[in-house]
């Protein structure tokens, strides 16, 4: 072999390798940009909860209305809870596979958040206190579960209680 040939096997090499470290840094961008898409909408189904239930609450007593929020396709789950009211996980109200098994994390921090979601995933936020929110204690917490990426529930302004959510 000349020398020339040599030079050209390790510039391919070189070439090779340096794709690779491309594809490889692309590829983990974009699932970063996935992961902060997903953490987006799970922020803005907590700011949209949130202006619902104050728009719920100024309205006059007994008004109601059917909610869809669309969430990411690993959350399974949310639940609301009542800060001042036993936890009580029924399986036959709870239609969320496996939440028994959140009872004390219901317990520990049902004094600083209201609404928790549940995913396969972990996301920075995944619990929030929404105001005027209203639990009754036969149901709390409730959970509804996410079909397909779409959260589906009924609000009600119950007076000065609050707003109340159920299953739609």
Known sequence: MKKGQIQIIFTWI???I?????LIYG???VKKTQDLGNQAV??????????????YYY???DSSGVEEFSLTSDVKCVCFTKDDANIKISNDEIK?????????YFDDLK?????FVFSDKSYQQDRMNVSFLYIEDNYNPTCIK?????????????GINGVNISNA
């Open 14 to 16: 070189f070439v090779l």
């Open 18 to 22: 340096l794709i690779g470290f491309i």
């Open 27 to 29: 590829i983990k961008t």
């Open 42 to 55: 799970i922020i803005n189904f907590f700011k949209n909860l949130d202006s619902r239930v104050n728009t």
């Open 59 to 61: 309205l006059s007593k």
């Open 96 to 104: 969320c596979e496996s939440i028994d098994k959140y009872e004390d």
């Open 111 to 115: 004094g600083y958040d209201n609404v």
């Open 146 to 158: 996410v079909n397909n990426g779409l959260l589906k529930f009924k609000l009600e302004n119950i």
